[in-house]
T-cell receptor, first 115, second 112 residues
């Protein structure tokens, strides 16, 4: 069984640029959520997608946007990058029926550095 | 005040020691409590999940929740060098969402 995979693993951008991060969810998982983890911090919830629609969002500005595709894979897009966007971006998928457990399966993350 | 407080450590113990990791939270609406382990340069992996107050045991790991004092704990018995990682507590409300609120994580080193 293939786990959650994310790409790219590392990338460097400059301020003002745009970035797209990709996530393939674990087989059979229909909910995808994205988290931002700054160095030495716990992850911060960005948003989650279910059935190709955003159905939950944390305190992130609109320049953070996402998509979920029919195969449940997902993208995170960040426009107008700022230095503080430098972080590890984690994608997590969840199988059906785990709404009450919050069981998330994480990928290894995409480490974004903004210069 | 942060919704979840966790001492970042670092915590260093000898192999075989009992490790106690703790978090406090501020919102009594939180119903689900989780512990994740994160190795360096990896994503978090779920270790333990508990609902409401009580204890849950899984091998060398025991998770404990005390809702009256808003306090959650993870105990690791017979700690091993392979347990060296960052341990993150996470909480969430009831409902069909995946929004977890996390502590900072405690860095643990188990020395052989």
């Amino acid at each position: 069984e293939t786990g959650v995979t994310q790409s790219p693993t590392h990338l460097i951008k400059t301020r003002g640029q745009q970035v797209t991060l990709r996530c393939s969810s674990q087989s059979g998982h229909n909910t995808v959520s994205w988290y931002q983890q700054a160095l030495g911090q716990g992850p911060q919830f960005i948003f989650q997608y279910y059935r190709e629609e955003e159905n939950g969002r944390g305190n992130f500005p609109p320049r953070f946007s996402g998509l979920q595709f029919p195969n449940y894979s997902s993208e995170l897009n960040v426009n107008a990058l700022e230095l503080d966007d430098s972080a590890l971006y984690l994608c997590a998928s969840s199988p059906p029926g785990t709404g009450n457990t919050g069981e998330l399966f994480f990928g290894e993350g995409s480490r974004l550095t903004v210069l | 005040q942060k919704e979840v407080e966790q001492d970042p450590g670092p915590l260093s113990v000898p192999e075989g020691a009992i490790v106690s990791l703790n978090c406090t939270y501020s919102n009594s609406a939180f119903q689900y409590f989780m512990w994740y382990r994160q190795y360096s340069r990896k994503g978090p992996e779920l270790l333990m999940y508990t609902y409401s107050s009580g204890n849950k045991e899984d091998g060398r790991f025991t998770a404990q929740v005390d809702k009256s004092s808003k306090y959650i704990s993870l105990f690791i018995r017979d700690s091993q060098p392979s347990d060296s990682a960052t341990y993150l507590c996470a909480v969430r409300n009831a409902g069909n969402n995946r929004k977890l609120i996390w502590g900072l994580g405690t860095s643990l080193a188990v020395n052989p």
